[in-house]
């Protein structure tokens, strides 16, 4: 039968299975750009990492570098040393991401590998300061902003020898409570040990800085 002029005539299929459904869009992966990455939290930036993405282990680095490099810094006293251990550490914890199995957050997992490349580098290392090379308490003289500005400078370098003159496990105890912030529990993952011990380290620690500083109170 034939059409009429300016009628759509729809041609017969010689397939006579039906079409098949279009192919969906592709989905686009949460975290594909760098602002979703950043909007991740560690836990799925790490599955991802471990998977192989390159970004979302950038952004780890970006988030925990500086925190890793402070606690290298304090516990070699000096930096190049520091971002030595920080790179490293970040190395390896790279080609082991595979294995991190969540016990411990990514930050704890990471303090910890610092710490051990720290801890060993400092094995055998002496203060790079002789002990009575640290200047005493300024004098206050009554001049103003200057003297007090000399005071506080004197202060801090007087509080970085005394910390480099901590053993290293009471150091970085201190370091990772005062400075880093971190609970008994996370510094006990850190460092390898019960919270009994981490007590007692920051406990000889904390007792022999303020006998060291006695004399700035």
Known sequence: ??????????PRRADPCPPTRPAPAPVQRIGDTADDLGALDDGLLVTRA???????????????SSAL??????MLDNLSDAEEAVQEALISAWRRL???????TFRTWMYRI???RCLNAS???TPSV????????????????????????????????ALRNLRPAQRVCWVLRELQGLSYE???????????????????????????????R
């Open 1 to 10: 039968m034939g059409t009429k002029q300016g009628e759509y005539s729809q």
């Open 69 to 74: 490099l402070a606690l290298a810094y304090h």
């Open 98 to 104: 595979p294995e991190f199995r969540g016990d411990a």
């Open 123 to 125: 094995r055998g290392h």
């Open 130 to 161: 002789p002990l009575g090379a640290v200047a005493e308490p300024a004098a206050h003289d009554g001049s103003g902003e200057p003297a007090r500005a000399a005071e506080s400078a004197a202060a801090t370098a007087a509080l970085a020898q």
């Open 114 to 116: 610092v710490t051990n």
């Open 50 to 64: 471990a998977e192989g993405d390159d970004d979302a282990f950038a952004v780890l680095v970006h988030r925990h």
């Open 186 to 216: 996370e510094i006990a993952q850190v460092v390898g040990e019960n919270q009994q011990t981490v007590r007692g380290r920051l406990f000889r620690a904390r007792r022999t800085l303020m006998e060291e500083m006695a004399s700035w």
